[in-house]
T-cell receptor, first 111, second 111 residues
Framework: DAGITQSPRHKVTETGTPVTLRCHQT?????MYWYRQDPGHGLRLIHY???????DKGEVSDGYSVSRSKTEDFLLTLESATSSQTSVYFC??????????FGPGTRLTVL | QKEVEQNSGPLSVPEGAIASLNCTYS??????FFWYRQYSGKSPELIMS??SNGDKEDGRFTAQLNKASQYVSLLIRDSQPSDSATYLC???????????WGAGTKLIIKP
């Protein structure tokens, strides 16, 4: 157990509303990631962070922003949610030798 | 574009038999390889990592790496119904601590 929690676990929202998902870790790992997972696409990297206030884009970053003001928290924000952002969102952290461990996921539905 | 390819399945295997899952990757310089298991509605969990050519065994699981042919495989001996899941292959990419993910193979173990 890498001590990763995500909140909320489920969320239903309407198109155009802002949404923030939170990832919290208890072990001060440097690297944190946000992925989305959709049928037929596997895991796709949205953004990642390599330290406090140090973030970078992944392959599907359009429409998403992130912030990391503390080592333990990595926030993902959908500024104006769209139906195409309906997905399952996973947070992950890196431990030694690139191994990644995942949080439980957030199921987001945008109506 | 670096890629990781997996047969999406489903792969159906009788209980007690050997399940063989395969993954190919495009970046010849890749050094780190991972197999994750994902049950329906759950987050991916690490099964094994492998870094050197050859076989690595852990209980009923064996990972095989062939860098010359650019493939990595996972063998599951004495397959159990509880092994039914989607298996994800991941390969370390160029950037530090980023992984490139295959779309996963769905495995069904039939009693």
């Amino acid at each position: 157990d890498a001590g990763i929690t995500q909140s909320p676990r489920h969320k239903v929202t309407e198109t155009g509303t802002p949404v923030t998902l939170r990832c919290h870790q208890t072990e001060n790992h440097r690297y944190m990631y946000w992925y989305r997972q959709d049928p037929g696409h596997g895991l796709r990297l949205i953004h990642y962070s390599y330290g406090v206030k140090d973030t970078d884009k992944g392959e599907v970053s359009d429409g998403y922003s992130v912030s990391r003001s503390k080592t333990e928290d990595f926030l993902l924000t959908l500024e104006s949610a769209t139906s195409s952002q309906t997905s399952v969102y996973f947070c992950a952290i890196s431990v030694a030798s690139d191994t990644q461990y995942f949080g439980p996921g957030t199921r987001l539905t945008v109506l | 574009q670096k890629e990781v390819e997996q047969n999406s399945g489903p792969l159906s295997v009788p209980e007690g038999a050997i399940a063989s899952l395969n993954c190919t990757y495009s970046d010849r310089g890749s050094q780190s390889f991972f197999w994750y298991r994902q049950y329906s509605g759950k987050s991916p969990e690490l099964i094994m990592s492998i870094y050197s050519n050859g076989d690595k065994e852990d209980g009923r699981f064996t990972a095989q790496l062939n860098k010359a042919s650019q493939y990595v495989s996972l063998l599951i001996r004495d397959s159990q119904p509880s092994d039914s899941a989607t298996y994800l292959c991941a390969v370390k990419g160029d950037s530090n601590y980023q992984l490139i993910w295959g779309a996963g193979t769905k495995l069904i173990i039939k009693p």
